[in-house]
Each structure stands twice: as structure tokens, then as C-alpha cells.
T-cell receptor
Framework: RKEVEQDPGPFNVPEGATVAFNCTYS??????FFWYRQDCRKEPKLLMS???SGNEDGRFTAQLNRASQYISLLIRDSKLSDSATYLC??????????FGKGNQVVVIP | NAGVTQTPKFRVLKTGQSMTLLCAQD?????MYWYRQDPGMGLRLIHY???????AKGEVPDGYNVSRLKKQNFLLGLESAAPSQTSVYFC???????????FGPGTRLTVL
């Protein structure tokens, strides 16, 4: 089983709608989780950390489900500028970051 | 601050040629990393460094060498390029004890 798994999509979402997607991780001992955003042909940038209690940053909400070993990201009121690939990142073995393949989001006007 | 910069942005090599990719950061970060990103794959760690003069292997180190002679620079070398090394290479840096990594803009390498 891969360390971090994501459904690559694409997730096509009408502008103004809500989109949500998950990422599963294999290491039950993982303690730290993040979402990075990567625009087409650009570098990844940290979007938000994922805390045990969940966290919200504007239109973005991240949740952690330790029992089922997945994290989720929800985007409300989608904007055209939200079109990007969202990378799930987990602290894996040897304390290094393990990246998922990403969930591609396409916001349609 | 320029953040993390990478040189060159694009390069085409023939099989067997060698080259060095340069990463520079002006944020005084202790940790630096080299990743490769291929279609359908997540970012994979090639080598990393936790300080000047130290390097360590990541997930996919074969065919690459690195050096960290100065804190601000991290070099990635390909001694004999192969088509399987066609990829986008990202350098990243971060503070010791901090999780967030700051990425450079990437180098697109094609090996023919």
C-alpha cells in the first residue's frame, strides 16, 4: 500500500459550488498532515496544516479522521482561481514528507 | 528576498551527458531537499541535507549526487544522464524543526 493515496480526478466543480476530496495514508503512527496547492507548471505551496480537531481557513476546511486514516479538504463557494492540484502531505517514515499524487480541481465558469 | 531559486529553468540533455542543477535560498534555512515530480507520481525525495557539509539519501537517490558546501546552496548532479531521469526537479528548503518546506520554481529536464 502506498504511503499516501489520492484520487487524481479531475474534480470538475461549477463556480460557486462546494467540492470535497480525501486522502488516505498507510502509517497509523503519522502525526502531522498538510495540504499543499500546486498550480499548473508551478511549485507546490503550503495551503494549510491539518489538526486533529480540524481547521478552517476562509473557504477551506481540513479534517482528520485517524480511525479511518484519511484527511479531507473541502472548498466552499469555489472560485475560478481555486483551479489547481491539491497535494496531500503526511509525515512519513524517517520524519520526511510523503506526498500524494494530488487531487486536480477544475472550477468551471 | 528571492526565496528559493533554481538554475537552469529548462535543459535538454543527451543520454550520457552530465549536468549540475543549482538551488539557492536566502532564508537562512538549515534543511534543503531535492525532489523529482513525474506524471502520475507524487513528489519523490532524491537527496536532502540537514546542514552545511551534510547530505543524505532520500527515496530515489540512484543516478544522482549532491553537495552542500555552503548553507545557502544545494547542488544536484547527474553524472551520466538517462532518459528515465526526464522529469521536473524541485528544490525545497526549510527551518530545522519546522515542517513547512518552501519550494523553488522547478527545473524541467529532458534526456533524449
Amino acid at each position: 500500500r502506498k504511503e499516501v493515496e489520492q484520487d487524481p480526478g479531475p474534480f470538475n466543480v461549477p463556480e460557486g459550488a462546494t467540492v470535497a476530496f480525501n486522502c488516505t495514508y498507510s502509517n497509523s503512527a503519522s502525526q502531522s498532515f498538510f495540504w499543499y496547492r500546486q498550480d499548473c507548471r508551478k511549485e507546490p505551496k503550503l495551503l494549510m496544516s491539518v489538526y486533529s480537531s480540524g481547521n478552517e481557513d476562509g473557504r477551506f476546511t481540513a479534517q482528520l479522521n485517524r480511525a479511518s486514516q484519511y484527511i479531507s479538504l473541502l472548498i466552499r463557494d469555489s472560485k475560478l482561481s481555486d483551479s489547481a492540484t491539491y497535494l496531500c502531505v503526511v509525515i512519513g517514515g524517517n520524519n520526511r514528507l510523503a506526498f500524494g499524487k494530488g487531487n486536480q480541481v477544475v472550477v468551471i465558469p | 528576498n528571492a526565496g528559493v531559486t533554481q538554475t537552469p529553468k529548462f535543459r535538454v540533455l543527451k543520454t550520457g551527458q552530465s549536468m549540475t542543477l543549482l538551488c539557492a535560498q536566502d532564508m537562512n534555512h538549515e534543511y534543503m531537499y531535492w525532489y523529482r515530480q513525474d506524471p502520475g507520481m507524487g513528489l519523490r525525495l532524491i537527496h536532502y541535507s540537514v546542514g552545511e557539509g551534510t547530505t543524505a539519501k532520500g527515496e530515489v537517490p540512484d543516478g544522482y549526487n549532491v553537495s552542500r558546501l555552503k548553507k545557502q546552496n544545494f547542488l544536484l548532479g547527474l553524472e551520466s544522464a538517462a532518459p528515465s531521469q526526464t522529469s521536473v526537479y524541485f528544490c525545497a528548503s526549510g527551518l530545522a524543526g519546522k515542517i513547512e518546506q518552501f519550494f523553488g520554481p522547478g527545473t524541467r529536464l529532458t534526456v533524449l
